[in-house]
T-cell receptor
Framework: KQEVTQIPAALSVPEGENLVLNCSFT??????LQWFRQDPGKGLTSLLL?????REQTSGRLNASLDKSSGRSTLYIAASQPGDSATYLC?????????????FGKGTLLTVNP | ETGVTQSPTHLIKTRGQQVTLRCSSQ?????VSWYQQALGQGPQFIFQ???????GRGNFPPRFSGLQFPNYSSELNVNALELDDSALYLC????????????FGPGTRLTVL
């Protein structure tokens, strides 16, 4: 059974700091890995998707890496801003026979202080 | 191109009642997946529909059921509501039954009293 773990559960940093969020998964047989952002009480906003054959993806101040063999991914946020405060979720797509589903971690709650 | 939409936005029900949540998939997407996100948890896979057929479900009891219509929109039905069913219900659509990216709707917040 695929399990996804995110460390740390919560993180508080001052504005301008660079930071790394970690995600690990137990089964390397994944199709892709995705990082999402979730604001309180809201739905999911997709940030980056890394296909299983890729090593990293970048979008603006965000960079996500994937090491499938070791079951790890990191999300790097450069020059953090108060607007980055949210919960960040990592999810891996796996095949459960004929269906394709996402397995999520519990998220990292990020607070960026002005 | 219209994204994934869900209705209603919020819903309050009492224990034992039944509820229907609705999802319209992104244009051209024929696969819909439903997820339940309890407070403080990551979303959990409920089931997936492909071309109007259920195509796999997670660890949810039979009182969670669904439908997919010819236009690929979908419904999630929950019977005999329990307090623990209070959660954010997320719908995601994707293109074909494959490892393609799933695109999420804004969710429906269900509160069971």
């Amino acid at each position: 059974k695929q399990e996804v773990t995110q460390i740390p559960a919560a993180l508080s940093v001052p504005e301008g700091e660079n930071l790394v969020l970690n995600c690990s998964f137990t089964d390397s047989a994944i199709y892709n890995l995705q990082w999402f952002r979730q604001d309180p009480g809201k739905g999911l906003t997709s940030l980056l998707l890394i296909q299983s054959s890729q090593r990293e993806q970048t979008s603006g101040r965000l960079n996500a890496s994937l090491d499938k063999s070791s079951g790890r991914s990191t999300l790097y946020i450069a020059a953090s801003q108060p607007g980055d405060s949210a919960t960040y979720l990592c999810a891996v797509m796996i095949s459960g026979g004929s269906n394709y589903k996402l397995t999520f971690g519990k998220g990292t709650l990020l607070t960026v202080n002005p | 191109e219209t994204g994934v939409t869900q209705s209603p936005t919020h819903l309050i029900k009492t224990r034992g009642q039944q509820v229907t949540l609705r999802c319209s998939s992104q244009s051209g997407h024929n696969t819909v997946s439903w997820y339940q996100q309890a407070l403080g948890q990551g979303p959990q896979f409920i089931f997936q529909y492909y071309r109007e057929e259920e195509n796999g479900r997670g660890n949810f009891p039979p009182r969670f059921s669904g439908l997919q219509f010819p236009n690929y929109s979908s419904e999630l039905n929950v019977n005999a509501l329990e307090l623990d069913d209070s959660a954010l219900y997320l719908c995601a659509s994707s293109l074909e039954l494959s490892g393609n990216e799933q695109f999420f709707g804004p969710g429906t917040r269900l509160t069971v009293l």
